[in-house]
């Protein structure tokens, strides 16, 4: 099972960095987080830390993340590899994973290169690395459910910007629907702020760990990618 998650992992990566597609969605990603970097050390009670520009990278999330996951499985399923695929010997959690890691990496490369505004903060400040730290847990777990999502959208349509305009409702939806939770009461209040990916962010912003925040970012990601290996699945009895 490994062997296959792994090489799915190596082909879609190298697809990725052969073509100018990751750069480009690298560079947006960081003009954007420069710009929240920016505006959180200008103001007149600058901090120094990263929680500002941390927050305003979950809304960067709604579209990054489906735009950079649309092409995993939308692209196979237009040019039919998929179905070649998944007549070979690999099951559809391995395609699913494979493909996930990917994009994960790609994640993971982009936020190391904001490691540069760490270092400006260390450079001109004194800040405390421990909430730090605990911001870049929180953006890393918030990104991961992220390109989840992204990912089952990509795996409902053969049209690309069809897979990126679901994945982008649905984070949308997810990353507001904390704001109507003061409008409704008791159970359904509590179940609005639950689901909200925000709210679980906003202790990781804080510098807290919550290991609350940090089960429920793993259990939704696995949620997502059992959702889209089993939307695989259903396509052999189609």
Request: aromatic fraction near 16%; proline fraction near 6%.
């Given at each position: 099972m490994l062997r296959n998650t792994l090489a799915i992992t190596w082909k879609e990566t190298k697809t990725?960095?052969?073509?100018?597609?990751?750069f480009i969605i690298a560079g947006v990603f960081l003009a954007l987080?420069?710009?929240?970097?920016?505006?959180?050390?200008?103001?007149p009670l600058p901090e120094a830390s990263i929680r500002n520009w941390a927050l305003g990278s979950t809304i960067i999330f709604v579209l990054w993340s489906p735009v950079l996951t649309m092409r995993l499985l939308a692209e196979e399923q237009k040019l039919g590899t998929l179905e070649l695929l998944m007549t070979a010997?690999?099951?559809?959690?391995?395609?699913?994973?494979?493909?996930?890691?990917a994009a994960l990496l790609v994640l993971l490369s982009t936020m190391v290169l904001t490691l540069f505004y760490v270092g400006m903060l260390m450079f001109f400040g004194d800040p405390d690395l421990a909430p730090i730290f605990v911001g870049y847990l929180g953006l890393l777990?918030?990104?991961?459910a992220t390109l989840a999502v992204g990912l089952l959208a990509s795996s409902f349509s053969p049209n690309q910007i069809v897979s990126a305009v679901v994945g982008f409702g649905v984070l949308l939806l997810l990353t507001l629907i904390a704001q109507a939770?003061?409008?409704?009461?008791?159970l359904?209040?509590?179940l609005l702020q639950q689901i909200s990916?925000?709210?679980?962010f906003l202790d990781f912003?804080?510098?807290i760990i919550d290991s609350h925040n940090i089960v429920y970012f793993v259990v939704f990601t696995a949620l997502m990618l059992f959702l889209t290996s089993r939307n695989l699945e259903s396509r052999r009895w189609r």
């Open positions: 990725y960095f052969s073509s100018p597609y990751a987080t420069g710009y929240f970097f920016v505006q959180s050390i200008s103001g010997p690999v099951r559809d959690s391995e395609i699913v994973m494979g493909k996930y890691l777990l918030y990104g991961a939770a003061p409008l409704t009461q008791g359904t209040s509590q990916l925000t709210d679980h912003a804080r510098g």
